[in-house]
């Protein structure tokens, strides 16, 4: 299986800090993607990335931004954090062997206070 | 109209009991499908993939049915282990699309 590590399980910032999540692959998988997960509406794709500084809106991108500057690494950035983006944060990578399976990281808990 | 649709339930069966999810999806071009399980406060992981003529695992099986666009997830002789929350799942390209869950308690 694919080895997804995410930065933080917890963080706690306060409105208007820049936060950054970041997301390490440990195989040579080119897509990655992060997602919010919220009570009642699942999750929702934020960005992906298909290769190296390669990226893609998905369906919630206001608010923010994303890095791959190598091909582990997918980075998530709150360019200026509000209390609505309080969520669960969760990267993904895209296996592509055999069936095409998302593999996800433990999942940033993010709280905006 | 949301691509994967689930009833969130709650399923509280009692342990031993026979127990099927079932989930609709809009695209007619979705391409693959899965059931992930979802613990409390911990990520997704994959259950099982599911293939047009049906597939097992041990006590669960899925199945995909194309022309109504639906997949179902059976769980027979529930464990107290599989109490979670199972996420529907359906791929278009790259594109994944997730329902919300269905949870499931299995009681003593």
């Known amino acids: 299986d694919v080895k997804v590590t995410q930065s933080s399980r917890y963080l706690v910032k306060r409105t208007g800090e820049k936060v950054f999540l970041e997301c390490v692959q440990d195989?040579?998988?080119?897509?990655m993607f992060w997602y919010r997960q919220d009570p009642g509406l699942g999750l929702r794709l934020i960005y992906f990335?298909?290769?190296?500084?390669?990226?893609e809106k998905g369906d919630i991108p206001e608010g923010y931004s994303v890095s791959r500057e190598k091909k582990e690494r997918f980075s998530l950035i709150l360019e200026s954090a509000s209390t609505n983006q309080t969520s669960m944060y969760l990267c993904?990578?895209?296996?592509?062997?055999?069936?095409?399976?998302?593999?996800f990281g433990p999942g940033t808990r993010l709280t905006v206070l | 109209r949301k691509e994967v649709e689930q009833d969130p339930g709650p399923f509280n069966v009692p342990e031993g009991a026979t127990v099927a999810f079932n989930c609709t999806y809009s695209?007619?071009?979705?391409?693959?499908f899965f059931w992930y399980r979802q613990d409390c406060r911990k990520e997704p992981k994959l259950l099982m993939s599911?293939?047009?003529s049906g597939n097992e695992d041990g006590r669960f099986t899925a199945q995909l049915n194309r022309a109504s666009q639906y997949i179902s997830l059976l769980i027979r002789d529930s464990k107290l282990s599989d109490s979670a929350t199972y996420l529907c799942?359906?791929?278009?390209?790259?594109?994944?699309?997730f329902g919300t869950g269905t949870s499931l308690t299995v009681i003593p």
């Open positions: 993904a990578v895209l296996s592509g062997l055999a069936t095409d399976t998302q593999y």
């Open positions: 195989m040579d998988h080119e897509n």
């Open positions: 990335s298909y290769d190296v500084k390669m990226k």
């Open positions: 695209n007619s071009a979705s391409q693959s």
């Open positions: 599911v293939y047009s």
């Open positions: 799942v359906t791929n278009t390209g790259n594109q994944f699309y």
